[in-house]
């Protein structure tokens, strides 16, 4: 009876860990996704933007408080976030290949074959 439970207990560890590998580059990828919208977002609003003359009036919202600026207030911090963004991004990316190549490096070493049903 033992030595039936000792490989039930590793397919279920197995099963487990798989499970958080898959979890872990199921996140990562939704954080990709959402980064990448925002920086989309900045994109389109900086080509809107920069065309129109400094002095005009726009509105940019803040911490959930719509204030009043010009365009030339608003560009350079546009520039910035969307340069932040574009560096989370490719950390972001970083990341998920590196989880990939260790589920991978992991699938190997465990002689584990995932089937789809």
Known sequence: MASQTAPAKRQQDLQLQYTNYKNTLQQLAQKIGDVEQEAEEHKLVLETLEPLPGDRKCFRMINGVL???????????????????????????????????????????????????
């Open 67 to 117: 204030v009043e600026r010009t365009v030339k207030d608003v560009i350079p911090a546009l520039r910035t976030n969307a340069e932040g963004l574009k560096k989370v991004l490719d950390d972001l990316v970083k990341q998920y290949k590196a989880k990939q190549d260790e589920l991978d490096k992991w699938k190997k070493k465990n002689n584990v074959q995932v089937v789809q049903s």
